[in-house]
């Protein structure tokens, strides 16, 4: 099992930049394939990036392409989201999340979830 905390939301205006960082505990991370995804208010969870477990393979949604930076340091247990020229539409709780499998754009092949940490852009 693997324990994760993410950190590193906070309030910025369009144009900025935020990082998330998404502190694992646990079983050996890198078995873990890692991902971030976000719900806004009255809307469902959304896949954003994914990172694989061993060829450091990443994936974005359509709308962060560009933008949205995911990494990874195994050494360090944590998976980072590097988010560039922010909109008010990237305004959501962010959760970091992990499976035992390859990378999955689905929510519901994830095991083990975050807390969330809150992004609000501000026009």
């Known amino acids: 099992q693997v324990q994760l905390v993410e950190s590193g939301g906070g309030l910025v205006q369009a144009g900025g930049s935020l990082r998330l960082s998404c502190a694992a505990s646990?079983?050996?991370?890198?078995?873990?394939?890692m991902a971030w995804f976000r719900q806004a208010p009255g809307k469902e969870r959304e896949f954003v990036a994914a990172?694989?477990?061993?060829?450091?393979?990443?994936y974005y949604a359509d709308s962060v392409k560009g933008r949205f930076t995911i990494s990874r340091d195994n050494a360090k247990n944590t998976v980072y989201l590097q988010m560039t020229s922010l909109k008010p539409e990237d305004t959501a709780v962010y959760y970091c999340?992990?499976?035992?499998?390859?990378?999955?754009?689905?929510?519901?092949?994830?095991?083990?979830w975050g807390q969330g940490t809150q992004v609000t852009v501000s026009s």
């Open positions: 646990g079983r050996t991370f890198s078995s873990y394939s």
């Open positions: 990172i694989s477990r061993k060829f450091i393979t990443t």
């Open positions: 999340a992990a499976r035992e499998s390859i990378v999955s754009q689905s929510f519901v092949d994830y095991a083990y």
